[in-house]
């Protein structure tokens, strides 16, 4: 079978296609047919050789990208009745360390994926699992989302974002966020009661938030804590930036939030559930073969991607 690996950390022309043997499922385990991989930020990161999986790598190894998969079941190994084979399946890869879904079969256990939603083509079920989990986590178990609050999306037309404001407004809060103002009418189209121009400074003044999302980081987290209500918190998700944040908050006395996503069946069975229903839209914005992986990583490099990208064997 042929996958993309990297042996050396550096920019999008260390992804290099293979061609590999055929991996066999183990206990507990199924394999499947690789219908589309999601693409991620945490993708470009740990190639360039940043944060806690790059760390993990060291120095010698055979790295095949990739944390979101959907495709079908095509191998089962001892103990699983479910899914069965044939079963259309999506979920995350092997999270965090050893990832594998950019590759044209892929073994990960059973019990991380689910049924995929109907409504959405297989290959374009691979962009849920990582930003709807994060969304959801970071919104509702971590930020503790209530009805009536005020959200602010710190990058709500990206891929986690874009789920974000959805999930919030299902939520029945009211939702601002941010995007160039080509993405205005994105943003309303995703629910947004108030899509917020990053490049005016004044939209600083549309505040106050009772939570910030976060998925910025950096000098713009730290910015935005000055945006919370009295009692409100901020939710952080990018981890580089994580501790400043926090310490910032401290100084500052605001509650700072920082998250990692968890791979959780039951959280994505809900995500695809809304899909169904008609209530979580998932934007795709482009989709490459999966030995243009180096292109894709270019174009989720530029920050300026809509919704998600996916790579189709």
Known sequence: MQCIRYSRFGGPEVLELHEV??????????????AGAGVNPIDYKTRAGLGFAAQALGTQFQFTPGYDVAGMVDAT??????????????????????????????????????????????????????????????????GQLQAGERVLVLAGAGGVGHLATQLACWKG???????SVANREFLLQCGVDQPLDYSEPSWQQAGPWDL????????VGVMALSLLAPGGRLVTVPTNTAAQLQQA??????????MRVNPDAGQLRQLAMLVDA????????????????????????????????????
């Open 212 to 219: 910030i999302l976060d998925l910025m980081g950096g000098s």
């Open 77 to 142: 190994g001892a103990g699983v009745t479910e899914p069965a084979l044939g079963d259309a399946v999506f979920g995350m890869v092997n999270f965090p360390l050893l990832a594998g879904a950019y590759a044209e079969f892929v073994v990960l256990a059973a019990a991380d994926v689910v049924p995929a939603p109907a409504r959405l083509p297989l290959a374009h079920a691979a962009g849920l699992p990582l930003a709807g989990l994060t969304a959801w986590q970071a919104l509702f178990d971590v």
């Open 173 to 179: 809060a009211t939702v601002s966020a941010t995007a």
């Open 21 to 34: 043997e055929l991996p066999e499922p183990g206990p507990g385990q199924v394999r499947l047919r690789v």
């Open 278 to 313: 008609g209530i979580l839209k998932l934007h795709v914005s482009a989709t490459f073969p999966l030995r243009d992986a180096a292109a894709a990583h270019r174009q989720i490099e530029t920050g300026r991607t809509r919704g998600k990208i996916i790579l189709v064997p």
């Open 249 to 258: 908050g401290a100084e500052q006395g605001c509650t700072v939030l920082p």
